[in-house]
């Protein structure tokens, strides 16, 4: 299996930690390494001890050059972010031009998944099924009736290997009201889409000509300057023009007939909010069901995540269910249950011309 690991984005939603220069996926949120790193130790086993390729933004080559120092990783910089269909083309065009005949899994860079295991096994069963230009995907089975994430409704029963079931793919579904996802939960037959695929590179590069023949354009001319003097100019040229469109409304929701979908219970999140990684952090032992990480006091406080890259001391007393993220230059204070909202914040950074704070 080849391993393509997509870490461009820019995090917004973590902000003040993430920052345009060092975005969520290159930080240390949970566990001991950056996001992107932990990505590559965990599915390394399935490289057969070859590179894997990271594909990133510009701006972020020096700082996964430093991270990956002694790893064996390509890296590939997108000049612009344009969305996950240029994304996964790019890295499906340098697989096929290195000559990766097998399967290739695209991986979030910036995801959390408590069983490696159980994850590893769905990959392993998952690149068994990528013949006859089929397209895998992993589909999380759902613990709550999440309304942030997509959904996979699953069709029939198309094989069964090693404990595991693979289905054919009845639809991809939109982010749903409470109601329906209520629903979608009791049903079981519905998976959240966690944005990992799998297939021959070919198949990825065919899919993109049928449905997306722009982007697929676009391709092509970068292809004729790989491994030439000149592929980074032509990159540079070409790839701000590539449609901005994601891999699942572009590709995904067009083919769905020639995709599987491989149930995965491991213990997964997308790590998308600072309330998500409170609920996967360690709360405090007083049942107080705080997260406090820094030179922090609290007091009659309950259900509060503070954390501190700023060297000073701070008290809490009295308050709930509340958000506290201090850096040397902002400090960001906000009702946890509204953590989604944060990149309103960056907006108006943005239009203030704020540019040292993103």
């Not at 990959?123 to 999380?140: H, R």
């Not at 006091?297 to 509340?322: P, Q, T, W, Y």
């Not at 400090?331 to 990149?343: C, G, H, N, T």
Request: charged fraction near 25%; proline fraction near 4%; glycine fraction near 8%.
């Amino acid at each position: 299996m080849y391993i393509v690991i997509m870490a461009g984005g820019s995090g917004t939603r973590f902000w003040p930690f993430s920052r345009q220069a060092k975005p969520k996926q290159f930080l240390a949120i949970i566990g001991k390494n950056p996001m992107v790193v932990e990505t590559w130790y965990r599915v390394k086993p399935l490289s057969n001890n070859r590179e894997g390729l990271v594909v990133l933004g510009q701006q972020h080559l020096e700082e996964a050059r430093r991270l990956f120092d002694g790893e064996k990783i390509k890296l590939l910089a997108e000049p612009v972010g344009r969305n996950t269909a240029p994304c996964i083309g790019l890295g499906a065009l340098y697989a096929d031009c290195m000559g990766i005949d097998e399967a290739v899994a695209f991986l979030p860079a910036d995801h959390y998944i408590a069983d490696a295991g159980a994850f590893l096994k769905s990959l392993k069963l998952a690149s068994k099924m990528v013949v006859n230009d089929s397209i895998a995907t992993l589909g999380i089975v759902p613990t709550r009736p999440e309304t942030g994430y997509g959904y996979i409704h699953k069709g029939n029963l198309f094989s069964s290997d090693n404990g595991l079931d693979v289905y054919e793919v009845s639809s991809f579904v939109e982010k749903p009201d409470l109601e329906t996802a209520m629903g979608y939960l009791s049903s079981g037959e519905y998976y959240w889409n966690a944005g990992i695929f799998l297939a021959n590179p070919k198949t990825i590069l065919k899919e993109i000509e049928l449905h997306l023949p722009d982007l697929f354009e676009g391709l092509e001319k970068i292809r004729t300057a790989t491994g030439k003097n000149d592929f980074e100019a032509v990159l540079e040229e070409v790839y701000p023009d590539l449609p901005n469109i994601s891999f699942d409304y572009g590709i995904m929701e067009k083919t769905k007939e020639r995709v599987l979908v491989i149930p995965c219970d491991c213990g997964w999140s997308d790590v998308g909010s600072w309330l998500s990684l409170y609920e996967l952090k360690k709360k405090d032992s007083d049942d107080s069901e705080n997260v406090v990480e820094g030179d922090t006091l609290m007091i009659d406080c309950s259900g509060n995540f503070v954390a501190s890259k700023a060297d000073r001391f701070i008290a809490c007393l009295g308050i709930e269910n509340s958000l506290i993220v201090d850096t040397p230059d902002a400090l960001l204070v906000a009702d946890k249950s509204r953590s989604q909202e944060i990149r309103k914040i960056v907006e108006y950074l943005k239009r203030e011309g704020r540019d040292n704070l993103l």
